[in-house]
């Protein structure tokens, strides 16, 4: 991200050091994690101390100091879907994609994350990716569901009703 698309996000919040929490997630939104460079400029533009930046990049889960990936794969640990095998679907995915939970691919193309609850617990195992369910998930379908987002057709993904 080049300084003018920065300077127009915090421009956005009419360079008011009170909106850095959002500042930070427009960033985040667009980059898919911190950059410390980036922040380093936030920090001289809005004369915050760098180490107050990351004082609150580094408190909220929805922040990343890591490079993520474009899609962000959450497998559901959660009671209902534990009960179910839904670390069996997290071996998988580790097989699949090639990396363990907190991990991101080489290409940054998938990160992939583990939730205590994903708030579905009747289609449980549940995966979420890029907040899409797919629910009575096994080790099975990790492949295609993956694939899915692999492709080039967004609008070919199915859902929790297993219909596209």
Known sequence: MDSSAIDAIIEKYETK?????AILQDIQAKEKYL???TLEYV??????PLNKIYRIATFYRAFSLNPRGRHEVCVCLGTAC???G???IVD???LELGIRPGETTKDRNFTLETVNCLGVCAAGPVVAIDGQYFGKMSPGKVEGTVKKFRSEKPDK???LNGKA
């Open 43 to 48: 920090g001289g533009k809005l004369q915050i």
């Open 17 to 21: 050091s009170s909106a850095i929490l």
């Open 82 to 84: 534990h009960v179910r």
């Open 86 to 88: 839904a670390q069996r």
């Open 35 to 37: 950059p410390k460079e």
């Open 92 to 94: 998988q995915m580790n």
């Open 157 to 159: 993904k199915e859902g």
